[in-house]
């Protein structure tokens, strides 16, 4: 069955810092690897990695996929309170059993 | 572009009743998803619609739920007879039929079942 792992659960942290938000994963037809931000409501889309060693950035934010170890890192510079949320990632599969598995989520809160 | 459209937003309903969600996915979308976070867990798999086809139910819990897509194009998720352990937020997501696909979520429904 496939799994994704997240790590760490939970964490806190003050304004300003930088985190390093972990997920391993074990698929089979692996496909993609994404990253979403969920606040209040809807889970909204960050990055889609598909190769590994190459980083993809967005402002503050970035990620890398490793593939032959099975995990991907996504980081956040400089946090900002509107940062907290829940980090979820969830890994993509193909070939008729098209889904997305997730992980349980890292639940990120920036103290001002 | 609108977004996915779930409602209710919330529901409140007793053992063995019936309520039905509804999922009005992004317009052009073939595909769409249904899932479901329980509490304390992830959020899981319930199926794949591509347009009005079951592509992939290899998610639903059991016999009480049923989804339909009339058309292809908005979707219901009815639970009949609700049972405690249904309670929890159940998201829809749709994307359209290129790749690399593009899920856009909705809001969800938080379900409780008393």
């Known amino acids: 069955e496939d799994k994704v792992v997240q790590s760490p659960l939970s964490l806190v942290v003050h304004e300003g810092d930088t985190v390093t938000l972990n997920c391993s994963y074990e698929?089979?037809?692996?496909?993609?690897l994404l990253w979403y931000k969920q606040e209040k409501k809807a889970p909204t889309f960050l990055f889609m990695l598909?190769?590994?060693?190459i980083e993809k950035k967005s402002g503050r934010l970035s990620s890398i996929l490793d593939k032959k170890e099975l995990f991907s890192i996504l980081n956040i510079t400089a946090t900002q309170t509107g940062d907290s949320a829940i980090y979820l990632c969830?890994?993509?599969?193909?070939?008729?059993?098209?889904?997305?598995?997730f992980g349980t989520g890292t639940r990120l809160t920036i103290i001002p | 572009e609108a977004g996915v459209t779930q409602f209710p937003s919330h529901s409140v309903i007793e053992k063995g009743q019936t309520v039905t969600l509804r999922c009005d996915p992004i317009?052009?979308?073939?595909?769409l998803y249904w899932y479901r976070r329980v509490m304390g867990k992830e959020i899981k798999f319930l199926l794949h619609?591509?347009?009005?086809?079951?592509?992939?139910e290899s998610g639903m819990p059991n016999n009480r739920f049923l989804a339909e897509r009339t058309g292809g194009t908005y979707s219901t998720l009815k639970v009949q007879p609700a049972e405690l352990e249904d309670s929890g937020v159940y998201f829809c997501?749709?994307?359209?039929?290129?790749?690399?696909?593009?899920?856009?979520f909705g809001s969800g429904t938080r379900l409780t079942v008393v």
């Open positions: 997501a749709s994307s359209s039929r290129g790749l690399p696909r593009r899920y856009t």
């Open positions: 698929v089979t037809n692996f496909r993609s």
């Open positions: 598909t190769s590994s060693g």
């Open positions: 969830a890994v993509e599969s193909n070939f008729g059993n098209e889904k997305l598995t």
């Open positions: 317009s052009g979308h073939d595909n």
């Open positions: 619609f591509v347009k009005e086809s079951k592509q992939d």
